[in-house]
């Protein structure tokens, strides 16, 4: 990423998808605009979740492994993600180059404008993927509870814990420690993927 990508839309991300609506409204609040969107998102989210058709809580098994079933399951719904999200995402990373180029170029920092402008794009992919998810999920029929729990261990297992305070409310990742010896076996026949599909877990998705 270059200077824009890197720096402005990461604090953009931060706020957004790391904080929430809590996040978002606290650094638009003189904007009474973004405000309202922010506002918005947040109600999205909670109509989203809404509509996953699993509910309820999730009883891990007790020795803590992932089954091949659960693994296939996971991987389902992060691919479904992914096919929804693809065009998108390159789209904006190609904008955000452009606008980068231009940064560099006229050396020059973003703009209030230009930043306000990445908010919206990246709480709209959000939702895009939000709504990939539930729809991944249904189709599954995984809670997202089980959902949160599979991924903890998959990312406990890589090295890699779920480092985020998403607006859906993930759950960290487990402890290495008590991730079992056959699922990281069974993760690491999927490494690459898992390592690709990272992004998301930082989204919190």
Request: charged share 20%; net charge negative; hydrophobic share 40%.
């Amino acid at each position: 990423m270059g200077k824009f990508l890197g720096g402005c839309l990461i604090v953009c991300l931060v706020l957004v998808v790391g904080g929430g609506a809590v996040g978002y409204y606290v650094f638009v609040k003189p904007y009474t605009d973004m405000a309202g969107e922010a506002v918005a998102f947040a109600q999205e989210l909670e109509t989203l979740d809404s509509e996953i058709a699993t509910r309820g809580p999730y009883q891990p098994p007790k020795d803590g492994a992932v089954s091949p079933d659960a693994m296939q399951r996971y991987l389902a719904v992060q691919r479904g993600m992914r096919t929804d999200l693809e065009g998108d995402m390159q789209t904006l990373q190609a904008r955000y180059e452009a606008l980068d180029n231009e940064l560099e170029s006229e050396q020059r920092d973003a703009s209030i404008a230009e930043i306000m402008t990445a908010y919206r794009d990246l709480a709209g992919l959000y939702l895009e993927a939000k709504r990939a998810q539930v729809a991944a999920l249904n189709e599954q029929r995984m809670s997202i509870d089980e959902y949160h729990w599979i991924r903890g261990q998959i990312y406990a297992a890589l090295g890699q814990p779920v480092a985020v305070a998403s607006p859906d409310g993930s759950a960290p990742a487990a402890a290495v420690s008590s991730v079992p010896p056959e699922t990281r076996a069974l993760v690491e026949e999927h490494r690459e993927m898992l390592t690709d599909n990272y992004a998301l877990v930082w989204f919190g998705l």
